[in-house]
């Protein structure tokens, strides 16, 4: 099943924080966050491995419960360039490949 | 990081003809993906190619409609067969590699049927 991520959209203006978040049915190994702008392809920006995993990318940040199967990305002082969708991507356990399954998107607007 | 070219960038193309979209990397890779968006949707994985072996299909992807071949470690082709306008979308190619195994995406073949 297809992780499920919350909200659907957020409009933020400059400068202020949002929290995205990725939950899944399945046991989780990993999430992979990513940011789509429009016409573009997505750009990763990072992963999670199990174990309960923090991360911060500049102001963007990310946690993973695993016991949850759940993942949230942390956007601080938001910039402009902030702006697309961001899509998580999660891999399970088993199986031969490490094969991504996409979450439902979230569009962030940042305005001025 | 990698970096992925995709030919064609788009195409226009008739109901019931097939078209082979080109993914090339500028480094030897062993897992290749390849991935449908439509319009303001999220990404669905079609099948992974890995070089050397047949290509793995996901659910509801078949080979006959989506062949696909991986001759070495930096190209991969899909074809999309017999198309109908149901084929539309944006077709993404990506890669595994890096430190941490993340995928890096070509910049897509958007693809319109008529």
């Known amino acids: 099943q297809q992780p499920v991520q919350s909200p659907q959209a957020v409009i933020l203006r400059e400068g202020e924080d949002a929290v995205i978040n990725c939950s899944s049915s399945k046991a989780l190994y990993s999430v992979h966050w990513y940011r789509q702008k429009h016409g573009e392809a997505p750009v990763f920006l990072m992963i999670?491995?199990?174990?309960?995993e923090q991360k911060g990318h500049e102001k963007i940040s990310a946690s993973f419960n695993e016991k949850k199967q759940q993942s949230s990305l942390y956007l601080t002082a938001s910039q402009l360039s902030y702006s697309g969708t961001y899509f998580c991507?999660?891999?399970?356990?088993?199986?031969?490949?490490?094969?991504?399954?996409f979450g439902t998107g979230t569009l962030l607007a940042v305005q001025p | 990081s990698a970096v992925i070219s995709q030919k064609p960038s788009r195409d226009i193309c008739q109901r019931g003809t097939s078209l082979t979209i080109q993914c090339q990397v500028d480094s030897q890779v062993t897992m290749m993906f390849w991935y449908r968006q439509q319009p303001g949707q999220s990404l669905t994985l079609i099948a992974t190619a890995n070089q050397g072996s047949e290509a793995t299909y996901e659910s509801g992807f078949v080979i006959d409609k989506f062949p696909i071949s991986r001759p070495n470690l930096t190209f991969s082709t899909l074809t999309v067969s017999n198309m109908s306008p149901e084929d539309s979308s944006i077709y993404l190619c990506s890669v595994e590699t890096g430190r941490e195994y993340e995928q890096y995406f070509g910049p897509g073949t958007r693809l319109t049927v008529t």
């Open positions: 991507g999660t891999e399970g356990y088993g199986g031969a490949t490490n094969k991504l399954i």
């Open positions: 999670l491995l199990k174990g309960g």
